[in-house]
Protein backbone atom coordinates (compact mmCIF):
# COMPACT_ATOMS: atom_id res chain seq x y z
CA UNK A 1 0.00 0.00 0.00
CA UNK A 2 1.38 3.72 -0.97
CA UNK A 3 0.96 6.19 1.57
CA UNK A 4 1.98 9.72 1.91
CA UNK A 5 2.89 11.47 4.60
CA UNK A 6 2.03 15.51 4.48
CA UNK A 7 4.01 17.24 7.40
CA UNK A 8 3.17 19.48 9.23
CA UNK A 9 -0.35 18.75 9.55
CA UNK A 10 -1.46 22.37 11.04
CA UNK A 11 0.38 25.29 10.51
CA UNK A 12 -0.88 29.14 11.40
CA UNK A 13 1.09 32.17 10.37
CA UNK A 14 1.70 35.87 9.68
CA UNK A 15 0.59 37.42 6.58
CA UNK A 16 3.94 37.92 4.63
CA UNK A 17 6.03 35.06 5.98
CA UNK A 18 7.33 32.28 4.20
CA UNK A 19 6.41 28.11 4.96
CA UNK A 20 7.42 25.02 3.33
CA UNK A 21 5.12 21.74 3.62
CA UNK A 22 6.18 18.72 2.77
CA UNK A 23 4.88 15.46 1.40
CA UNK A 24 7.16 12.19 1.84
CA UNK A 25 6.60 8.49 1.06
CA UNK A 26 8.34 5.27 0.91
CA UNK A 27 6.90 4.63 -2.70
CA UNK A 28 7.60 5.57 -5.76
CA UNK A 29 5.13 7.69 -7.72
CA UNK A 30 5.42 8.52 -11.51
CA UNK A 31 3.33 11.95 -11.04
CA UNK A 32 2.67 13.80 -7.85
CA UNK A 33 -0.26 16.61 -7.63
CA UNK A 34 -0.88 19.37 -5.01
CA UNK A 35 -4.36 20.49 -4.53
CA UNK A 36 -5.69 23.26 -2.36
CA UNK A 37 -9.31 22.96 -0.15
CA UNK A 38 -11.25 25.11 0.82
CA UNK A 39 -14.25 24.65 3.27
CA UNK A 40 -17.39 23.40 1.72
CA UNK A 41 -14.99 23.14 -1.43
CA UNK A 42 -13.34 20.46 -3.66
CA UNK A 43 -9.74 20.16 -4.06
CA UNK A 44 -8.64 22.32 -6.54
CA UNK A 45 -5.58 21.25 -8.43
CA UNK A 46 -2.68 23.39 -7.95
CA UNK A 47 0.09 21.82 -10.29
CA UNK A 48 1.25 18.66 -11.29
CA UNK A 49 5.06 17.35 -11.60
CA UNK A 50 6.32 14.34 -13.38
CA UNK A 51 9.88 14.37 -13.77
CA UNK A 52 12.49 13.76 -10.35
CA UNK A 53 14.34 17.04 -9.66
CA UNK A 54 11.44 19.01 -11.67
CA UNK A 55 11.04 22.07 -10.16
CA UNK A 56 7.60 24.45 -10.98
CA UNK A 57 6.69 28.17 -10.09
CA UNK A 58 3.03 29.46 -9.71
CA UNK A 59 3.16 33.23 -8.40
CA UNK A 60 4.50 32.68 -5.20
CA UNK A 61 4.61 28.95 -4.72
CA UNK A 62 7.03 26.70 -6.14
CA UNK A 63 6.87 22.68 -5.95
CA UNK A 64 9.46 20.46 -6.43
CA UNK A 65 9.26 16.56 -6.81
CA UNK A 66 12.24 14.89 -5.10
CA UNK A 67 14.96 13.16 -7.23
CA UNK A 68 13.93 9.88 -6.71
CA UNK A 69 10.23 10.75 -6.73
CA UNK A 70 9.59 10.01 -3.39
CA UNK A 71 9.03 13.23 -1.73
CA UNK A 72 7.75 16.80 -2.54
CA UNK A 73 7.42 20.32 -1.04
CA UNK A 74 5.21 23.38 -1.54
CA UNK A 75 6.86 26.46 -0.76
CA UNK A 76 5.09 30.17 -0.21
CA UNK A 77 6.67 33.08 -0.28
CA UNK A 78 5.12 36.21 1.60
CA UNK A 79 1.78 34.42 2.18
CA UNK A 80 -1.18 35.84 2.29
CA UNK A 81 -4.81 35.18 4.17
CA UNK A 82 -6.05 34.25 0.55
CA UNK A 83 -3.83 31.18 0.84
CA UNK A 84 -5.15 29.60 3.98
CA UNK A 85 -6.43 26.17 3.32
CA UNK A 86 -6.11 22.90 2.98
CA UNK A 87 -3.16 21.71 0.96
CA UNK A 88 -3.05 18.08 -0.10
CA UNK A 89 -0.69 16.07 -1.85
CA UNK A 90 -1.83 13.41 -4.18
CA UNK A 91 0.48 10.64 -5.82
CA UNK A 92 0.45 8.64 -8.85
CA UNK A 93 1.00 5.40 -9.26
CA UNK A 94 1.71 3.30 -12.69
CA UNK A 95 -1.70 3.35 -13.70
CA UNK A 96 -2.18 6.82 -12.88
CA UNK A 97 -5.87 6.85 -12.65
CA UNK A 98 -5.96 6.11 -9.10
CA UNK A 99 -4.62 8.60 -6.99
CA UNK A 100 -2.87 8.63 -3.11
CA UNK A 101 -3.77 11.51 -0.71
CA UNK A 102 -2.28 12.65 1.85
CA UNK A 103 -3.60 13.69 4.96
CA UNK A 104 -3.15 17.34 3.95
CA UNK A 105 -2.00 20.08 6.06
CA UNK A 106 -4.29 22.94 7.22
CA UNK A 107 -2.61 26.26 6.75
CA UNK A 108 -4.09 29.80 8.44
CA UNK A 109 -2.30 32.54 7.30
CA UNK A 110 -3.62 35.44 9.73
CA UNK A 111 -3.77 38.86 8.58
CA UNK B 1 -21.35 21.48 -17.50
CA UNK B 2 -18.26 23.59 -16.92
CA UNK B 3 -17.37 22.46 -13.51
CA UNK B 4 -18.36 18.80 -11.84
CA UNK B 5 -21.67 19.13 -10.14
CA UNK B 6 -22.54 17.52 -7.32
CA UNK B 7 -25.97 16.48 -5.36
CA UNK B 8 -27.32 16.96 -3.06
CA UNK B 9 -24.54 18.97 -1.05
CA UNK B 10 -25.74 18.46 2.52
CA UNK B 11 -28.23 14.86 2.95
CA UNK B 12 -28.50 14.15 6.99
CA UNK B 13 -30.54 10.65 6.91
CA UNK B 14 -31.30 8.67 9.74
CA UNK B 15 -29.61 5.10 10.36
CA UNK B 16 -30.80 2.19 8.36
CA UNK B 17 -31.87 4.63 5.13
CA UNK B 18 -30.70 3.85 1.80
CA UNK B 19 -29.33 7.06 -0.18
CA UNK B 20 -27.95 8.42 -3.02
CA UNK B 21 -25.72 10.80 -4.18
CA UNK B 22 -24.94 12.08 -7.69
CA UNK B 23 -22.59 13.54 -9.94
CA UNK B 24 -22.42 15.17 -13.29
CA UNK B 25 -19.15 15.53 -14.24
CA UNK B 26 -17.65 17.70 -16.97
CA UNK B 27 -18.81 17.12 -20.34
CA UNK B 28 -16.25 15.16 -22.31
CA UNK B 29 -14.56 13.59 -19.66
CA UNK B 30 -14.25 9.76 -19.75
CA UNK B 31 -13.09 9.14 -16.57
CA UNK B 32 -14.72 9.61 -13.33
CA UNK B 33 -13.88 8.85 -9.83
CA UNK B 34 -15.85 8.95 -6.44
CA UNK B 35 -13.59 9.28 -3.46
CA UNK B 36 -14.61 9.75 0.65
CA UNK B 37 -13.25 12.25 2.70
CA UNK B 38 -13.99 11.75 6.61
CA UNK B 39 -12.46 14.26 9.58
CA UNK B 40 -8.93 13.73 10.34
CA UNK B 41 -8.40 11.29 7.35
CA UNK B 42 -7.25 11.67 3.79
CA UNK B 43 -9.03 11.69 0.48
CA UNK B 44 -10.23 7.61 0.58
CA UNK B 45 -10.64 6.28 -2.72
CA UNK B 46 -14.20 4.60 -3.63
CA UNK B 47 -14.08 3.42 -7.27
CA UNK B 48 -13.41 4.40 -10.73
CA UNK B 49 -15.34 4.47 -14.18
CA UNK B 50 -14.29 4.40 -17.39
CA UNK B 51 -17.25 5.16 -19.44
CA UNK B 52 -19.60 3.40 -17.74
CA UNK B 53 -17.83 0.68 -16.99
CA UNK B 54 -16.65 0.32 -13.23
CA UNK B 55 -12.54 -1.65 -13.72
CA UNK B 56 -11.99 -0.59 -10.12
CA UNK B 57 -14.10 -1.31 -7.37
CA UNK B 58 -11.88 -2.35 -5.05
CA UNK B 59 -12.04 1.02 -2.38
CA UNK B 60 -16.34 0.31 -1.82
CA UNK B 61 -15.95 -0.37 1.82
CA UNK B 62 -18.79 -2.94 2.21
CA UNK B 63 -21.66 -4.16 -0.02
CA UNK B 64 -23.54 -1.74 1.21
CA UNK B 65 -22.43 -0.09 -1.51
CA UNK B 66 -22.82 0.52 -4.86
CA UNK B 67 -22.27 2.73 -7.62
CA UNK B 68 -23.46 3.20 -11.29
CA UNK B 69 -22.30 5.44 -14.55
CA UNK B 70 -24.81 6.13 -17.40
CA UNK B 71 -24.40 7.69 -20.86
CA UNK B 72 -20.89 7.81 -19.97
CA UNK B 73 -22.00 10.59 -17.86
CA UNK B 74 -24.09 10.79 -14.49
CA UNK B 75 -23.02 8.57 -11.97
CA UNK B 76 -24.89 7.66 -9.02
CA UNK B 77 -23.05 6.32 -5.78
CA UNK B 78 -25.87 4.67 -3.23
CA UNK B 79 -25.34 3.62 0.02
CA UNK B 80 -28.05 1.13 1.70
CA UNK B 81 -28.85 0.63 5.92
CA UNK B 82 -26.68 3.76 6.48
CA UNK B 83 -24.49 3.52 9.30
CA UNK B 84 -22.80 6.15 11.33
CA UNK B 85 -19.75 5.21 10.01
CA UNK B 86 -20.60 6.26 6.72
CA UNK B 87 -20.77 10.07 7.26
CA UNK B 88 -18.35 11.78 5.54
CA UNK B 89 -17.97 14.00 2.58
CA UNK B 90 -18.25 12.40 -0.77
CA UNK B 91 -16.04 13.51 -3.46
CA UNK B 92 -16.75 13.12 -7.18
CA UNK B 93 -13.64 13.81 -9.68
CA UNK B 94 -13.73 13.95 -13.37
CA UNK B 95 -10.59 13.73 -15.81
CA UNK B 96 -10.46 13.67 -19.41
CA UNK B 97 -9.16 10.56 -19.93
CA UNK B 98 -7.65 7.61 -17.27
CA UNK B 99 -4.05 9.11 -16.67
CA UNK B 100 -4.80 12.47 -17.71
CA UNK B 101 -2.69 14.61 -14.77
CA UNK B 102 -5.29 16.13 -12.73
CA UNK B 103 -8.99 15.73 -11.38
CA UNK B 104 -11.44 18.48 -11.78
CA UNK B 105 -13.37 17.36 -8.27
CA UNK B 106 -16.64 18.44 -7.09
CA UNK B 107 -17.69 20.45 -3.65
CA UNK B 108 -18.86 16.88 -2.19
CA UNK B 109 -21.71 15.97 -0.45
CA UNK B 110 -21.98 15.75 3.40
CA UNK B 111 -23.20 12.52 4.52
CA UNK B 112 -24.53 13.03 8.21
CA UNK B 113 -26.13 9.78 9.62
CA UNK B 114 -28.50 10.07 12.78
Known amino acids: TQLLEQSPQFLSIQEGENLTVYCNSSSVFSSLQWYRQEPGEGPVLLVT?????EVKKLKRLTFQFGDARKDSSLHITAAQPGDTGLYLCAGGGGSNYKLTFGKGTLLTVNP | GAGVSQSPSNKVTEKGKDVELRCDPI?????LYWYRQSLGQGLEFLIYFQGNSAPDKSGLPSDRFSAERTGGSVSTLTIQRTQQEDSAVYLC????????????FGSGTRLTVV
Open chain 2, 93 to 104: ASSRSPGDYGYT
Open chain 2, 27 to 31: SGHTA
Open chain 1, 49 to 53: VVTGG
